[in-house]
């Protein structure tokens, strides 16, 4: 198995990103290919001897404030389009990028195309709750959506969180205002309706507080909401992050607990930490891809290369073309 990684991408590349595929290529994660400047890739490659990296040389980056679809065209040779070609030649498995998420998305649909079937691909990301993962999707690929977009977004969540977490007829829940059937807006109710008459495990409305709660296992809506939804769990964490440590300077006793507590504290970190989860897969596309978080270190990066694995070894690019009618 290859696996390329854009090794441009995101606020720490290359270094962060050189360290996270070196550390996942000793965990068995097949040969992978660095895509980017060698001149800057080679220097960091330098004090490792692996025989499982090799470089792809891509001599332009799509910066984060660049528009995305303008930078995909005008940027052929970004380490982005370069990564994306691969993929769509057979010369990889599965492509990972922590860089331009939007740039990312559309060089997916340019140059891989949508699954035949499929509307609109969706962005997931996974939640870690202390029962299991959660995958909410879309958080970010579709702003605006119909009824239909979200029944498909289910059927591919739900294939994904069988093939990649085993888990048996997943339990799907609708993002809205309210658990009664009745609640939320028109794209809420209609979709309500779809989901309802369709063969999958639908468990009706969810409210924001049932993410963590472990009711379901996909939740969806629309990426407009769900990435006000990650952006505001993200935010949230850092402040209990923040808190925490502001909590623990003030009072040395409480050092003291926290030691004791440590087991504990580790697996609530652990669950907000981005780095955990890796990176969301882009669902409804002709490739796997791994949209990591553009502040990604080198664990965040081993583990969105271990994700894009699994889907790889799961099959889930094939399950989802099968799943969807």
């Not at 040969?31 to 330098?46: F, H, K």
């Amino acid at each position: 198995m290859r696996i390329a990684l854009d090794a441009m991408g995101g606020e720490h590349a290359p270094h962060e990103l050189v360290r996270g595929a070196v550390e996942a290529s000793r965990e068995h994660c097949g040969e992978i290919v660095l895509v980017g400047r060698e001149s800057a890739l080679e220097p960091e490659l330098a004090n490792y001897r692996l025989r499982n990296i090799s470089i792809v040389n891509a001599d332009e980056v799509v910066d984060f404030e660049e528009h995305p679809a303008q930078a995909v065209r005008q940027k052929q040779d970004s380490s982005i389009v370069v990564g994306m070609n691969l993929l769509k030649r057979g010369d990889v498995s599965a492509f990972v990028s922590a860089g331009n998420s939007g740039a990312t998305m559309v060089a997916a649909l340019h140059i891989l195309g949508s699954i035949e079937g499929i509307e609109r691909p969706a962005l997931g990301f996974l939640f870690s709750t202390p029962w299991h993962s959660v995958l909410l999707l879309d958080v970010g690929a579709n702003a605006d959506c119909k009824p239909s977009f979200l029944l498909q977004f289910a059927q591919m969540g739900s294939v994904y969180m069988e093939r990649v977490f085993g888990v048996e007829r997943p339990r799907i829940g609708l993002l809205s205002n309210g658990e009664e059937e009745g609640k939320g807006n028109q794209l809420v109710r209609e979709s309500h309706r779809l989901l309802k008459s369709s063969s999958l495990n639908f468990i009706g409305n969810v409210e924001g507080k049932d993410i963590s709660s472990g009711v379901a296992d996909v939740i969806v809506t629309d990426g407009f909401t769900g990435n006000v939804m990650l952006k505001t769990g993200e935010g949230l964490g850092e402040m209990l992050f923040q808190s925490l440590r502001q909590a623990l300077a003030k009072r040395p006793y409480f050092r003291i607990a926290a030691f004791f507590l440590q087991p504990a504290l580790r697996s609530v970190i652990k669950s907000l930490d981005y780095a955990e989860h890796g990176g969301a897969p882009l669902l409804g596309v002709e490739g796997n891809v791994i949209i990591a978080h553009g502040r990604s270190d080198a664990k965040a990066i081993k583990n969105a290369i271990f994700i894009a694995k699994q889907a790889v070894e799961q099959g889930v690019l094939e399950a989802v073309r099968r799943g969807i009618t």
